[in-house]
């Protein structure tokens, strides 16, 4: 439980500019992308290492934020004269659904991960959801094996690079997926199924995240499942991240944890994914995480305890 | 925890003979209905009274069924020459969405709720699903206000008799309803203030049934939620009643209880509705539901405990 250097997290993953709207509000240069989602999540509960790219656009203040929050951005490399990848999305009045109305993808085109030498031998790996081409790059790097590896990923490459995904998928401990992907990429309409297909394909474990709903874990034994819900919000303002918020308090609990894929570590971590969402969908961005009290997140922690015990 | 007749549990609903359509497979004279359902499922925890209409075209056996359970069907009244409600719908291939095709209300149309008296001192009542008026027909045929009142309703009231259901929601401790009809009845996107708004109608407690996401708790303290999973299924067969069944599990737990809605109480109720909507799944009509061995119920509330426990 100590953080020795084998408690390290890396993720690899976009770093982006975003523009959300909402029914209710709206933001312009809203930072965001998967791996600063995750490693804003993540940051409190792990050393975390961040390979990404952006432009000079990209704003000072979020490097900073970054670092505040533990996070080493030396895997963050800048493109002089580049543009940060950017993303522009409506909110449906449900918050749930969303439409992309503009995506740019500027320096995150040519995007190849360099890792830093001294990332080669974490011990925990997060592939946030990119090109699986590019997560394929990552794990070579990589000087061994790492204990833990996760994976996120989307209907997209399910769709157009499914060979590439079949052989991330090869080397990975856990899939962190929505139904729909899950359905899409196994083929079967049943989440038990589902499941049992996407074990055969690599993964021992497979969580399917459900949004409002929370998130499920089907773990590397056939009877390990279990349910984590989402907290409860009084004021949804941002869905965007919350995924990745949830891949970071997982991944990032299980690397403080250090000690691998147990039961007792699977079920803590996903409430901690859950806590961390809980969070970031309450702001734009990751306003919510930065600069976060510990007893805050503590105290969020108990409350989902709570939702969950069952008195005998 | 003895059965004396403080235990005892009345519901009052729909008996039908459904014609359902899934992808897989079809089933005419699927017998059916909010009541039969609820009973079938409470059957096993607390000693039911059904009071309810049907046509001279019910099945004995099913009748049979009921009191193999431990129904009493005092309270099913059979109209001479009548036909039973008939309800024929198709499920999409989510087998969640599903289009009603017909619906031949028979003697239901006239359906006017007649209390055997020894069902008037019953400290359980459940209103199942039919209109508002009729509700309130039994409400003021009881001898006494009730320990515990349950409610279920749908859209369809809430839209054109919502006079009359919020007279039945002042004389009511527990509301279940789904989401859709949470938002529709309390005017509140948000679940915490639909949950408030709700309970200042009447309800102590409201339960949001989630179908395959399972049900959320909102209890009498304002901080009091609880949120429990569906079981997976490896396959389900027939959707139908699913809700009815949580109810008849939740209630029956209740009242087995006899001790009123504690945190305790509610909690294990919320587990034991899981179950029993899970049986009900996995066949047609209560086909899993009849002559179930207590092991088996026993077995998947111990399964489902399991799916939710922290170990920490």
Redesign the interface.
């Known amino acids: 439980m100590s953080n020795t250097s084998s408690n390290n997290l890396l993720v690899v993953g976009s770093v982006a500019i975003d523009w959300i709207i909402t029914p209710a509000a709206e933001r312009q240069e809203s930072v965001g992308g998967s791996a600063t989602y995750f490693s804003m999540a993540a940051g409190g509960l792990a050393p975390v290492q961040l390979v990404g790219v952006v432009g000079e656009d990209f704003p000072r203040e979020a490097v900073r934020d970054l670092e505040d929050r533990g996070v080493d951005v030396d895997g963050l490399e800048t493109i002089a004269g580049g543009l940060t990848f950017r993303w522009k999305g409506r909110y449906h009045?449900?918050m749930n659904d969303r439409d992309t109305l503009e995506t740019q993808l500027n320096c995150f085109e040519h995007f190849s991960p360099k890792l830093p030498e001294k990332y080669k031998q974490t011990d925990h790996l997060f592939l946030a959801n990119i090109q699986p081409s590019l997560q394929l790059e990552v794990l070579a790097q990589m000087g061994r094996r790492p204990m833990v590896v996760g994976l996120d990923t989307m209907n997209l490459w399910i769709d157009i690079a499914r060979d590439d995904l079949l052989n991330v998928l090869k080397q990975v401990d856990i899939l962190m997926i929505n139904e729909e992907e899950a359905r899409q990429l196994s083929g079967e309409?049943?989440?038990?199924?589902a499941a049992r297909s996407v074990r055969a394909l690599g993964p021992s474990t497979l969580i399917i995240k459900?949004g409002e709903?929370?998130a499920?874990l089907f773990g590397p034994n056939e009877d390990d499942?279990?349910?984590v819900?989402a907290l409860?919000?009084?004021?949804?303002a941002d869905p965007t991240g919350a995924g990745d918020c949830f891949a970071g308090g997982f991944m990032g609990y299980i690397a403080k944890q250090g000690s691998g894929l147990t039961?007792?570590n699977l079920?803590?971590a996903m409430?901690w994914g859950s806590v961390m969402a809980s969070f970031c969908v309450e702001g734009f961005s990751y306003d919510q995480l930065r600069g976060i009290e510990e007893s805050a997140v503590a105290g969020r922690f108990e409350r989902l305890?709570r939702?969950?015990?069952?008195?005998?």
């Open positions: 009045e449900n309409d049943n989440l038990f199924d459900r709903y929370g499920m499942i279990f349910s819900p409860p919000i009084a004021q949804v039961t007792v079920r803590n409430l305890v939702m969950c015990e069952i008195p005998r």
